[in-house]
């Protein structure tokens, strides 16, 4: 069965970094698209990032609100996906979810439970 589970969470100053993972299993990880979603308190969903599926790099997207803070990345070989998250903001207090990629328009059909990050001045 399909697994998503993220992991490095937790509460940081504004300014400061955090390392975001998910480690996937059961399908295979190096075809498919993988992204990062967040969920700030009381609000909707909002697009992070997005990686295709190349295998020793990749093209990566970012949101407006997130581009030239976080880097998306992924490591093929250990199925693991990870958010590099620099000069964080208030704003970027939300639970973070990565999603597994399906079909050509860009669907997720698949989503970890999440892991929250807390951002405080």
């Known amino acids: 069965q399909v697994q998503l589970v993220e992991s490095g969470g937790g509460l940081v100053h504004t300014g400061g970094s955090l390392r975001l993972s998910c480690a996937a299993s059961?399908?295979?990880?190096?075809?498919?698209?993988m992204y990062w979603v967040r969920q700030a308190p009381g609000k909707g969903l909002e697009w992070v990032s997005a990686?295709?599926?190349?295998?020793?790099?990749?093209?990566?997207y970012y949101a407006d609100s997130v581009k030239g803070r976080f880097t998306i990345s992924r490591d093929n070989a250990k199925n693991t996906l990870y958010l590099q998250m620099n000069s964080l903001k208030s704003e970027d207090t939300a639970v973070y979810y990565c999603?597994?990629?399906?079909?050509?328009?860009?669907?997720?059909?698949?989503w970890g439970k999440g892991t929250l990050v807390t951002v405080s001045s």
């Open positions: 990686i295709n599926t190349g295998g020793g790099g990749g093209s990566t």
């Open positions: 999603a597994k990629g399906v079909g050509y328009y860009h669907g997720m059909d698949y």
């Open positions: 059961g399908f295979t990880f190096n075809s498919h698209w």
